[in-house]
């Protein structure tokens, strides 16, 4: 059986609404506005931001910010925008590096936790060299059982490659997942679970560790 966050994902969505109306901290309310669309939400905002960056600059402006914000349907003012902008701006240049930006929107994971989900990537990481990839997959995962095997929609290789997906950056799904890739999904995942003790328990159930 592989990895299913779907409860996850809801439960996360819940606690994140909850939060929202609690917290005053910038950063943190668009944090949660990320996390209640789910551990893909800051990944999310992160391709908003790419599709932006014309000149491959890996850098915004404050208007192209805002503008990001926007079109992603955050409800921030543009007081708070400012606030959240001048905090990464630390050199004052008018401008953000916005990798740098998602990284610290993510929520801060454990070493416990961090180590968990690094015993899970090098399970999978049948070759050993850094990346998941489908051939690594084949030595791992039987794909005949899935249904959509079974029932002749997809090839095993379909099978390996929706499951990459899961994991993979959104916007650039090269069916190559990268251990970065891997933990960026899991620290959206961690966001929605209280104890690491919780946390651990569920990736040794997930990935049989």
């Known amino acids: 059986q592989m990895a299913g966050t779907a409860r996850h994902d809801q439960e996360m969505a819940i606690q994140a609404r909850r939060n929202l109306s ?7 309310r668009l944090r949660l506005q990320c996390l209640v669309r789910g551990s893909a939400g800051i990944k999310g905002l992160g391709r908003v931001f790419r ?3 014309d000149d491959n600059s890996r850098t915004l402006n404050f208007k192209e910010f805002m503008k ?5 349907s955050m ?25 740098e930006f998602l990284i ?19 399970k999978l990481d049948k070759t050993g060299d850094g990346v ?17 095997y079974q029932n ?8 390996f490659r929706a499951f990459l997906d899961n994991f993979d950056t959104p916007y650039d799904k090269d069916g190559k997942v990268t251990a970065e890739e891997f933990m960026n999904y899991y620290a959206g995942v961690s966001a929605s679970i209280d104890t690491d003790v919780y946390f651990i328990i569920m990736m040794k159930n997930a990935w049989k560790l």
């Open 104 to 122: 610290t929107l993510r929520p801060p994971m454990s070493s416990a936790r961090k180590e968990i989900v690094m015993q899970a990537f090098k």
């Open 22 to 28: 609690k917290t005053t901290d910038p950063i943190e």
């Open 51 to 53: 599709v932006m960056d």
């Open 75 to 99: 409800m921030i003012d543009k007081e708070e925008a400012e606030q959240i902008f001048r905090i990464f701006d630390k050199d004052g240049s008018g401008t953000i590096d916005f990798e």
């Open 152 to 159: 002749g929609d997809w090839t095993e290789d379909q099978v």
């Open 68 to 72: 990001g914000l926007n079109d992603y």
């Open 132 to 148: 998941i990839t489908i051939e690594d997959l084949r030595a791992v995962y039987n794909a005949k059982h899935h249904p959509k």
